[in-house]
């Protein structure tokens, strides 16, 4: 059984640019979620997606935005990166109904 | 509304005694309750959880945990820590079934940072 895989480890961007990271799922799940983790804090909930379409989402702007493709892996995109971006981004799967999530590695972003 | 409060953003204990994270709640439903554990430069790993049923809940790595309805309580215990536990502890809490369009939505604590000194 493979579990969730994230994709780049490390990423450094400059403000004002765009951003995409990527999580594939656990094998046999169909729900993706998004989590932002900033230094020294707990993890916050950005959004989830089932079946390719946005199932909640937490107290983040629009230019926080995702995608979730046919085989339940999922993109996260960022817009006009800020400095406050800066986090650890873990992206979580679980099948829809049950009540527990698996985590990733996660992908550290740097913004400057 | 669900939040989670962690007493203690530090505990540090001697190896081989107690670990004691405490861990309380707030939920408009009734909570899934969760641990998990992260190491540096890694993701979170579950430790154990509650939804329903047996209060007191054992995990891995012997670690456990004892919902208290009453007290609004989930604190995690170890009856003897080893240097491996040293780590980030996180609670969190979900709505469940209850959740609604944020089913499934986990709201963490601020995380204990556990050491464990020789």
């Known amino acids: 059984e493979t579990g969730v895989t994230q994709s780049p480890t490390h990423l450094i961007k400059t403000r004002g640019q765009q951003v995409t990271l990527r999580c594939s799922s656990q094998?046999?799940?169909?729900?993706v979620s998004w989590y932002q983790q900033a230094l020294g804090q707990g993890p916050q909930f950005i959004f989830q997606y089932y079946r390719e379409e946005e199932n909640g989402r937490g107290n983040f702007p629009p230019r926080f935005s995702g995608l979730q493709f046919p085989n339940y892996s999922s993109e996260l995109n960022v817009n006009a990166l800020e400095l406050d971006d800066s986090a650890l981004y873990l992206c979580a799967s679980s099948f829809q109904g049950a009540d527990t999530q698996y985590f990733g590695p996660g992908t550290r972003l740097t913004v400057l | 509304a669900q939040s989670v409060t962690q007493l203690g953003s530090h505990v540090s204990v001697s190896e081989g005694a107690l670990v004691l994270l405490r861990c309380n709640y707030s939920s408009s439903v009734p909570p899934y309750l969760f641990w998990y554990v992260q190491y540096p430069n890694q993701g979170l790993q579950l430790l154990l959880k509650y939804t329903t049923g047996a209060t007191l809940v054992k995990g891995i790595n012997g670690f456990e945990a004892e919902f208290k309805k009453s007290e609004t309580s989930f604190h995690l215990t170890k009856p003897s820590a080893h240097m491996s536990d040293a780590a980030e502890y996180f609670c969190?809490?979900?709505?469940?079934?209850?959740?609604?369009?944020?089913?499934?939505?986990?709201?963490f604590g601020q995380g204990t940072i556990l050491t464990v000194h020789p």
């Open positions: 969190a809490v979900s709505g469940g079934f209850a959740g609604g369009t944020s089913y499934g939505k986990l709201t």
């Open positions: 094998s046999g799940h169909n729900t």
